[in-house]
Nanobody
Framework: QVQPTESGGGLVQPGGSLTLSCTDS????????VAWFRQAQGKEREWVAS????????DVASSVKDRFTISRDIGKNMFYLQMTNLQDEDTATYYC??????????????????WGQGTQVTVSS
């Protein structure tokens, strides 16, 4: 089973950009769907984006679609969340996850069984 691990969080000013990475050094994401979720303090976990590793399907939440992009590097067994024009409301702990949801359930956190430990993104001037 996969053990995803995120990296790339940090402090960024409003309007700035940041790219998060997720990898698994022991197993391939092939056959899985991978995703990014985020959870702001005091709020529920929110789906951000998903990528079906083998089929190439991808989707991003409408609330961030014009600013965030999910991508992958098959050779490196890594996937990314590229975030631009970051705003205060993007401050959260970001998690990468892997699972085998049907594509229609890609935004449901309960469908992902393997989670990273989270990386903090703070947008502040």
């Amino acid at each position: 089973q996969v053990q995803p691990t995120e990296s790339g969080g940090g402090l960024v000013q409003p309007g700035g950009s940041l790219t998060l990475s997720c990898t698994d050094s022991k197993d391939s994401f092939s056959g899985y769907s991978v995703a990014w979720f985020r959870q702001a303090q005091g709020k529920e976990r929110e789906w951000v984006a998903s990528f079906r590793w083998s089929g190439g399907n991808r989707d991003v939440a409408s609330s961030v679609k014009d600013r965030f992009t999910i991508s992958r590097d098959i050779g490196k067994n890594m996937f990314y969340l590229q975030m631009t024009n970051l705003q205060d409301e993007d401050t959260a702990t970001y998690y990468c996850a892997a699972g085998r949801p049907i594509w229609g359930a890609r935004a449901e956190s309960r469908m992902y069984y393997w989670w990273g430990q989270g990386t903090q993104v703070t947008v502040s001037s």
